[in-house]
């Protein structure tokens, strides 16, 4: 049986990482070899907005010895990304350049939506119950130097994520100037989060009871459990009762000392205390019955992804439907008509599987489109004017776990444009980053929804039942209905004609109507 190995690059905001995963069918994902190298690029980054030239220069030799390492493995692939503290860099691209240019290695920024999938993909691939415990009220929490990111599921469901920038190094730079006027460290960062943390749970949680918590994140969460015992991840869990006893244990004490006690840098030691505070606060908020800690990683995340690329190991849970979900969710807050969308969404999907062959595009094109479907008629809850901008900039205000900033803006002006004239690229292009690749997606998107929701323009789901089948130079188009089907008849030779502009074929409307 093969055996891939995998190495995985993570640039954070207070260290670089390489881990080397060997991936097979019968053992799954297995760390081999770990490296670290301590870098704070958060401390330049999130202080002054860029990142000097001495880290640059610094990160560069690092990433040179880490891929002469991967060279010694020999690895099948490899994946090196970048988070919040590049992300948020102004001088983000001329870093990417000179690593390129330096040491060959390609290194791609994840937008904070992609980050956290990544992230919670990782604590699904190691828990054989992780669907069983999705199915009551739980909460993954995902911390690290820049911000923290809580997902609530429900009934298997994914049913909010929202993002703070409330991280561990983020909160200890914001009170380096404060600590020296108080003893009580902890009342300092509690005073600094309670509100943001109460506004979540009065916004999203409510009376909503959330049992399970997963802890995840960098190094933090190691910390709670050294014992070699607990190198199963899967039985990392503790109840409340035990947290708060691995909580007072770090509270009240200086750096040097949970240094010592901990056996740890001092530089990690300084991001344990706001750390163990922000979790502390969010378990209090909760109250739930049991604390997961599965000590995850990014990098495990990016392996499991190439390990399902390459038909290793198939994916336990339905990560798509998550981001299906997510959107659901916001356009339920927008006061979007469900059973319209949800219509829709039948539609666009047989037109969209009927055009493959002829469009080419992906099962990922496929998901955003349903995201678009879901979410193109936003822009009503703000007003009747202007609705396909307004649905355009909720979408980009609203993270959708998942999905890129590049994705996000492509499912954004597909909304836009299901209301508004369809623009020449050379016009969009001055606005906007589509090239002419995702130009055309944009508006195979719209195509498909303005049709789709041509064949609902009532908003009564008068079609029972549809096919679609191609046919030669027609998309002969199959309904059956059980009432008059006039209006969407009369108004409906637009959204054909744009069709047929779009994709160089005929749309042929074929009606039958049940009793």
Same mark, same amino acid.
């Given at each position: 049986?093969?055996?891939?190995t995998?190495?995985a690059?993570?640039?954070g905001?207070?260290? %670089?990482?390489?881990?080397?995963?060997e991936?097979?069918r019968?053992?799954?994902?297995?760390?081999?070899?770990?490296?670290?190298?301590?870098?704070?690029l958060?401390?330049?980054?999130?202080?002054?907005?860029?990142?000097?030239?001495?880290m640059?220069?610094?990160?560069?030799?690092?990433?040179?010895?880490?891929? +002469?390492?991967?060279d010694?493995?020999?690895?099948?692939?490899?994946?090196?990304?970048a988070?919040?503290?590049?992300?948020?860099?102004?001088?983000? $691209?001329?870093?990417?350049?000179?690593?390129?240019?330096?040491?060959?290695i390609?290194?791609?920024?994840?937008?904070?939506? /992609?980050? #956290?999938f990544?992230?919670? +993909?990782? %604590?699904?691939?190691?828990?054989?119950?992780?669907e069983?415990m999705?199915r009551?009220?739980?909460?993954?929490?995902d911390l690290?130097?820049? @911000?923290?990111?809580? @997902?609530?599921?429900?009934?298997?469901e994914?049913?909010?994520t929202?993002?703070?920038?409330?991280?561990n190094?983020?909160?200890?730079?914001?009170?380096?100037?404060?600590?020296?006027?108080?003893?009580?460290?902890?009342?300092?960062?509690?005073?600094?989060?309670d509100y943001?943390?109460e $506004?979540?749970?009065?916004l999203?949680?409510?009376? #909503?009871?959330?049992r399970?918590?997963?802890?995840n994140?960098?190094?933090?969460?190691?910390?709670i459990f050294?014992?070699p015992?607990? &190198?199963?991840?899967?039985?990392?869990?503790?109840?409340?009762?035990k947290?708060?006893k691995w909580?007072?244990?770090?509270?009240?004490?200086?750096?040097?000392?949970?240094?010592?006690?901990?056996?740890?840098?001092?530089?990690y030691?300084?991001?344990?205390?706001?750390?163990?505070?922000?979790?502390h606060?969010?378990?209090a908020?909760?109250?739930p019955?049991?604390?997961?800690t =599965?000590?995850?990683?990014?990098?495990r995340?990016?392996?499991?992804?190439?390990?399902?690329? *390459?038909? %290793?190991l198939k994916? &336990? *849970?339905?990560?798509?439907?998550d981001?299906?979900?997510?959107?659901?969710?916001?356009?339920? #807050?927008?006061a979007?008509?469900? =059973?319209?969308i949800?219509?829709m969404?039948?539609t666009a999907? @047989?037109?969209?599987?009927?055009?493959?062959?002829?469009?080419g595009?992906t099962?990922k094109d496929?998901?955003?489109?349903?995201?678009?479907?879901?979410?193109?008629?936003v822009?009503?809850?703000?007003?009747?004017?202007?609705?396909?901008?307004?649905?355009?900039?909720i979408?980009?205000?609203?993270?959708?776990?998942?999905?890129?900033?590049?994705? #996000?803006?492509i499912?954004?002006?597909?909304? &836009?444009?299901?209301?508004?004239?369809? =623009?020449?690229?050379?016009?969009?292009?001055?606005?906007?980053? $589509?090239?002419?690749?995702?130009?055309l997606?944009?508006?195979?998107f719209?195509?498909i929804?303005?049709?789709?929701?041509?064949?609902?323009?009532? *908003?009564?789901?008068?079609?029972?039942?549809?096919?679609?089948?191609? +046919?030669k130079q027609?998309?002969?188009?199959r309904?059956?209905?059980? /009432?008059?089907f006039? $209006?969407?008849?009369g108004?409906l030779?637009p959204?054909?004609?744009?069709?047929?502009?779009v994709?160089?074929?005929? =749309?042929v409307?074929?009606?039958?109507?049940? %009793?």
């Open positions: 049986m093969a055996v891939l995998f190495g690059i993570h640039i905001s207070y260290e %670089v990482t390489l881990e080397i995963f991936i097979s019968k053992n799954g994902i297995h760390c081999i070899d770990k490296v670290a190298h301590r870098i704070e958060g401390h330049d980054s999130f202080s002054t907005g860029r990142i000097g030239f001495g640059v220069d610094e990160l560069c030799d690092v990433l040179k010895d880490f891929r +002469k390492i991967m010694t493995y020999r690895v099948d692939g490899y994946s090196a990304i988070t919040s503290a590049i992300r948020e860099a102004e001088n983000d $691209l001329f870093i990417l350049g000179k690593i390129h240019q330096t040491t060959g390609d290194v791609r920024i994840l937008s904070n939506s /992609e980050q #956290r990544l992230s919670y +993909k990782a %604590v699904a691939s190691i828990a054989d119950n992780f069983d999705i009551e009220g739980t909460a993954v929490v690290d130097g820049g @911000s923290i990111q809580i @997902s609530i599921f429900d009934k298997s994914l049913i909010i929202q993002n703070m920038k409330i991280g190094l983020r909160v200890r730079e914001k009170l380096q100037n404060a600590v020296g006027r108080t003893d009580n460290y902890e009342e300092l960062v509690e005073q600094l989060i943001d943390f $506004l979540f749970r009065t999203y949680i409510k009376d #909503r009871k959330i399970n918590v997963v802890l994140g960098d190094f933090i969460t190691e910390m050294q014992d015992k607990h &190198r199963d991840r899967s039985t990392r869990i503790l109840t409340r009762d947290f708060e909580y007072r244990r770090i509270v009240g004490k200086s750096v040097a000392d949970l240094a010592i006690e901990n056996n740890i840098a001092v530089e030691a300084s991001l344990l205390r706001p750390s163990a505070v922000i979790y606060k969010i378990v908020e909760l109250e019955e049991n604390i997961w =599965p000590g995850t990683h990014l990098q995340g990016l392996a499991y992804e190439f390990a399902e690329a *390459h038909d %290793v994916a &336990r *849970h339905d990560f798509g439907n981001i299906v979900s997510c959107a659901k969710n916001i356009a339920i #807050r927008y979007v008509s469900a =059973p319209h949800n219509n969404d039948v999907m @047989s037109l969209f599987d009927a055009l493959l062959p002829l469009t595009l099962s496929r998901l955003m489109l349903r995201v678009a479907v879901m979410l193109h008629d822009g009503k809850f703000i007003g009747f004017n202007q609705i396909g901008e307004n649905s355009r900039k979408i980009m205000s609203n993270e959708i776990i998942g999905l890129s900033h590049a994705e #996000r803006e499912i954004a002006l597909s909304a &836009r444009y299901v209301q508004e004239d369809f =623009p020449q690229h050379e016009d969009i292009v001055m606005e906007t980053s $589509l090239d002419t690749e995702r130009y997606k944009v508006a195979a719209v195509a929804i303005r049709l789709a929701n041509g064949l609902d323009r009532s *908003h009564r789901q008068k079609i029972q039942n549809i096919s679609v089948e191609l +046919k027609k998309l002969v188009i309904i059956e209905v059980r /009432e008059s006039a $209006l969407e008849e108004l030779q959204e054909l004609d744009f069709f047929n502009e994709f160089g074929i005929r =749309p409307l074929k009606l039958k109507r049940i %009793v």
